[in-house]
């Protein structure tokens, strides 16, 4: 009885890739320049190649080595299907009308910590004018962080590090006076190190997700979220999911992610009261 169902549901996916949703281009498929063109390939192709399959429609995978081109692609309307963070997915549904259609699941959120024995510090404001050890923007933890200073003139002084890790021992070894962490990691370092403490806890964001643009027909859309989902997509994205330790996609809802495009307001072009159409 068991191969029997496995058997329909198979036929069923087959037969909604012969059926699918007609398309009008080659569709594209981005993401951010996190990894070496290899590692990405590996994680992305796959998942390329099976929405090929399910929409009938060839989709490829777009690599970008640097922040600068990534931010360029989106601000020029170059992407089609992308998976990333939810500032730029905000931002993209505010301006260009976007669909968020699966995520990983759990949230983001962040913290700010300084020195055990620092006394001084007892929140944000306390910051202004001092070191702070966070990765370069647009990184959400930091661009989290930076959205709670509102005055230009009155922010500390980003000190960029490339690891959760090094910001941590930014603060330990007096490097920085403050370090931007992932909550979930802070809390796995510092119960071996107790050498900080939290001044700051930012509220909890939607996880990284897939979403679809304006070339993407709704019916599609609607298609790909489904298939992200099932049994098929869970192995087409084994690989991402292993990348950030997180389990099976679960639906995303345009409501968590509204708004958060104003995260962005500080990185050049995505200013969403000037920024143009591609």
């Known amino acids: ?21 007609p398309g ?51 601000l020029n309307g170059k992407y089609d299907i992308v998976f990333d963070g939810p500032a730029f997915i905000g931002w993209r549904m505010a301006k260009f009308g976007w669909t968020p259609l699966v995520k990983l699941p759990g949230n983001l959120s962040f913290v700010v910590i300084v020195g055990k024995s620092n006394t001084a510090v007892k929140s944000l404001k306390d910051l202004e004018g001092y070191s702070l050890c966070g990765f370069a923007p647009p990184n959400l933890a930091t661009l989290t962080i930076q959205f709670e200073f509102t005055n230009p003139a009155r922010q500390p002084h980003l000190t960029a590090v490339r690891t959760f890790g090094k910001a941590y021992h930014g603060v330990s070894s007096g490097r920085c006076v403050a370090a931007i962490m992932q909550a979930k990691l802070y809390r796995h370092i510092n119960a071996k190190l107790h050498a900080a403490r939290v001044i700051y806890h930012s509220q909890p964001l939607p996880n990284q997700a ?33 990348e950030f330790k997180a389990g099976r996609f679960v639906p995303a809802t345009a409501q968590e992610y509204a708004g958060l495009g104003r995260l962005l307001k500080d990185i050049w072009g995505f200013d969403l009261q000037t920024t143009s159409n591609p």
């Open 1 to 21: 009885m068991g191969l029997v169902k496995k058997s329909i549901r198979v036929s069923l996916f087959l037969f909604c890739g012969l059926f699918s949703v």
């Open 24 to 74: 009008y281009a080659e569709l594209v498929l981005g993401a951010p320049p996190r990894e070496s063109v290899a590692k990405a390939d590996a994680l992305y192709d796959p998942i390329a190649n099976f929405l090929t399959q399910v929409t009938g429609q060839r989709v490829t995978y777009r690599y970008v080595d640097n922040w600068l081109s990534y931010q360029s692609d989106i």
């Open 210 to 242: 897939f979403s679809a643009g304006p070339r993407v027909p709704l019916a599609m859309r609607t298609q790909i979220a489904a298939a992200l989902l099932s049994a098929q997509g869970n192995a087409a994205t084994r690989k991402l999911r292993a």
